[in-house]
Nanobody
Framework: DVQLQASGGGLVQAGGSLRLSCAASGFTFEDYHIGWFRQAPGKEREGVSLISGSDGSTYVANPVRGRFTISSDNARNTVFLQMNSLNPDDTAVYYC????????????????WGQGTQVTVSS
């Protein structure tokens, strides 16, 4: 069975940092792009960041660029999202995802969704 086990969410003050982890299993890590979507209350899901399991190339969405960094440990099939300078607009449920192609980063292209982890940033 495919599993994307996310962890690391929590409550943090504005300006603080959190590190999310996603442990993947049940599929060939190198054949996929692994990353994160988030969904804030009353808003649609939006892509946050993506990393290629094969060559490590990354994409970071504009709203978080310069503050969030994605990385991976292929030996452990794990992806990390380091989130710095958090602000209340980053409050959302963060979902670990996997998709085949990194050409489009849309919810409809996601093949696997993990359970969400709540990130709450207080002002």
């Amino acid at each position: 069975d495919v599993q994307l086990q996310a962890s690391g969410g929590g409550l943090v003050q504005a300006g603080g940092s959190l590190r999310l982890s996603c442990a993947a299993s049940g599929f060939t890590f190198e054949d996929y792009h692994i990353g994160w979507f988030r969904q804030a209350p009353g808003k649609e899901r939006e892509g946050v960041s993506l990393i290629s399991g094969s060559d490590g190339s990354t994409y970071v969405a504009n709203p978080v660029r310069g503050r969030f960094t994605i990385s991976s440990d292929n030996a452990r099939n794990t992806v990390f999202l380091q989130m710095n300078s958090l602000n209340p607009d980053d409050t959302a449920v963060y979902y670990c995802i996997a998709l085949r192609s990194g050409r489009y980063f849309r919810a409809e292209d996601v093949e696997y969704w993990g359970q969400g982890t709540q990130v709450t940033v207080s002002s």
